[in-house]
């Protein structure tokens, strides 16, 4: 089991590092798609977030279940989601992860605990204390994780979750990504206050505020709150501060519907996650080969990826009524 640590030390961080790589440069090729019309389906890109699917899915094991949203890539791949099938589901194949229904938003990968992504704001998060709940009964001895933005906590039952995850005990981590903004509303022009972490503490737990940008802190954080759900301690709320460089949805860097973010941005893209982390592997005495190594060894998978999703055929028509149901009656 992963233990506490403040630093983590040269072979670990090495990895993190490249799992921030491989969900960068694979968002980026998302990106170009995009832009060249060879993608379609809408994908909302965590390009500058990557720091905290990262550092929370370092501290957790296979079995341990995490639950996302609409931007919800990178903690795909930071679990351990084969890289391919997700390629292959934003193209709509019947080789992707959800079998080509999906796309971007609606992923999985159930044989490493990504348990599924709803686009639907705050939907997955009584799902994950449900999980918990789950595994309390089991007494399997998981921990859920749910990651969600800022926009979520405006909705009713993530204060619900909160409370019964709370009340019970229960071992689940919530994560909220606050990249600052709801799609194109910044946080004061939602709320009158800038206070996520007493969602927390008004419910008794802990409630925490770090910087989501810096990996050693996210999964020293998300170490000790594993630890703490694990000993039946109950659940932990994570405000991990972020900014996302692209918009809502799509590859545009500054705007979103209307809003110019560029001021914001410029300030942001000097605190990127990545370039900490390698700045800090450098200190530990990293050569700069070991990281274009792993540059060159993400862009060989990623275009592995392409050439799989590109060559898979598209789902037949036959399955169309395949997992849907209808209430009888
Ligand atoms: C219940 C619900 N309301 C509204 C929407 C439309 N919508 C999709 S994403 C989004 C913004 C979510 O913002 P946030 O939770 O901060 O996540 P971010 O996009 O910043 O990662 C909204 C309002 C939705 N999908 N579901
Ligand atoms: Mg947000």
Redesign the pocket.
Known sequence: MPHVETTPDTDRLTEMYRSMVRIRRFEEQVADLIVARELGTPC?LCIGQEAIATGICEALETTDTIWG???SHGHYLAKGGDMRALMAEIFCRSTGCSRGRGGSMHICAPEVGVMGTV????ATIPIAVGAAMASVLRGDNAVSVTF?????TE?GHFHESVNLAAVRRLPVIFVC?N?L???HMGLLERRAVDRIPDFGSAHGIPGLRIDGNDIGEVLKTANESVERARAGDGPTLIECRTF?WRG?VGPAWDEDVGVKRKGELKEWLTRDPIARCADELQRQGVASSVLDEIEEQTRQEIADALEFARSSPAPSGNELANHVYRVAG
Do not use: K, T
Not at 119 to 122: K, L, R, S, T, Y
Not at 148 to 152: L, P, T
């Open positions: 909302h949203a609409h931007r686009p639907i704001v705050a969600f933005g800022d926009g979520s909705e990504e990249n903004y709801s799609s996302r809502h």
